[in-house]
């Protein structure tokens, strides 16, 4: 018997050794960022971030701290890149934003962010546009060929961009090349586009390749002279399809794991304005993530916007959808109540993630965002 009791009590003593041991190594999975998605825009406009290490090594702490796991920093804007690009190199003679020489941001960016678990997104903000005013800048300087027209045979200008033509294969091919230059060259984890890639104006499809494109496949028919006929609108977003599917699947070559994201305008605004069609992208697989721009100034209207986009989106790709919500335009804040107000909307339609515009507007919010950070790597939220 006694022999018998000493075996029981052997066994009892390594079961509950076993359950103090799960216990005891539990608590260490709370502050795991593995289990949501959380981002946010580094810009090169009202931000200092990218002028030098130190604000790049300061921004990822801010970041690291406030538990946002994804940074899309701007590689693109104003007919510059902020690495050094052998492609713009050819092209103007200008490898990198002038100020940058000798430096290389995405570089320093990807180093301190990965050695903090940070994922860095490529973020190609000027996307199709060749330059904000400028005439279209250095790069329709060189290639006047690649400008976009409207109707009447003008240079496609909307709200200050000029825009080079996106359905023009030598563009096409242009802009596929910048990004691959990236995911060929850096340990980049995603490559993004927003309202201007995969876009272009829906003024915009009145040069002359589009619209023998156009008559070629309609039986010799012109355009449309009104921009928003339904009809042409949705020929040329089915164009700009057709090279986010290029886009994608010639990224996934290079690497499987490099996440194609986009943060269009809000569907079917941004269709007809822009001719971007992101629930096709979804629907087709052309796309990992789509955040579109919940830029919205009241908890009304950005519940019934989260909900309208929601009604675009399937079940099966719901876990590829965020809203990007607004936490500061110029002067700009929202307060903090309808901040959290936001983020209560987004979890009650069962949306575990977002992504926030921009940066710079962390830093108004620090106990906001120290209760977000233990709210989203909270285990139990996800079970």
């Not at 180093?111 to 330059?131: D, L, M, P, R």
């Not at 977003?237 to 996934?252: G, N, Q, S």
């Not at 700009?332 to 109540?337: A, H, L, V």
Request: one cysteine or more; a negative charge; aromatic letters at 14%.
């Amino acid at each position: 018997m006694n022999r018998y009791l000493t075996v029981l009590i052997s066994c009892l003593i390594v079961l509950f050794s076993s359950c103090a041991t799960e216990s005891s190594e539990a608590p260490q999975e709370v502050d795991k960022p593995s289990g949501y998605f959380s981002g946010v825009w580094v810009t090169s406009s009202a931000s200092s971030v990218l002028d030098s290490k130190e604000n790049i090594v300061k921004a990822v702490s801010v970041c690291k701290e406030y538990g946002i796991n994804n940074i899309f920093m701007v590689v693109w804007n104003n007919g510059r890149t902020y690495y050094p690009s052998k492609v713009m190199k050819e092209l103007i003679g200008i490898e990198i934003v002038e100020k940058y020489q000798g430096r290389d941001p995405l570089k320093e960016m990807i180093e301190e962010a990965h050695t903090n678990g940070i994922k860095v997104h490529a973020w190609f903000e000027y996307g199709f546009a060749a330059s904000y005013g400028q005439n279209g800048g250095l790069i329709l300087a060189r290639k006047p060929e690649w400008g976009a027209k409207d109707v009447n045979g003008k240079l496609l200008v909307k709200n200050g961009f000029v825009w080079m033509n996106a359905l023009l294969p030598e563009v096409q091919d242009f802009m596929l090349s910048l990004i691959k230059e990236v995911a060929d060259n850096y340990d980049i984890d995603g490559v993004q586009g927003d309202d201007r890639l995969p876009a272009m104006p829906s003024s915009g499809g009145y040069d002359e390749y589009v619209c023998q494109l156009y008559k070629q496949e309609h039986n010799g028919m012109e355009p449309p002279a009104d921009g928003k006929n339904e009809a042409w609108m949705t020929w040329r977003a089915d164009k700009l399809t057709d090279f986010l599917k290029k886009l994608y699947t010639e990224i996934k070559t290079i690497d499987s794991q490099i996440i194609v994201s986009s943060a269009p305008s809000v569907y079917p605004w941004g269709k007809n304005e822009y001719l971007q069609d992101w629930p096709s992208w979804l629907e087709k697989g052309y796309i990992d993530w789509v955040i579109p721009q919940h830029y919205r100034y009241d908890i009304d209207t950005y519940q019934s916007t989260l909900v309208q986009q929601l009604s675009y989106v399937q079940p099966k790709d719901r876990k590829k959808f965020m809203p990007a919500i607004l936490l500061q335009n110029g002067d700009y804040n929202p307060t903090e109540d309808y901040l959290k107000k936001m983020i209560e909307v987004n979890r009650r339609n069962q949306v575990t993630n977002e992504c926030f515009w921009f940066y710079e507007g962390l830093d108004k919010f620090p106990s906001f965002f120290q209760t977000y950070r233990q709210y989203n790597t909270s285990v139990n939220f996800y079970r």
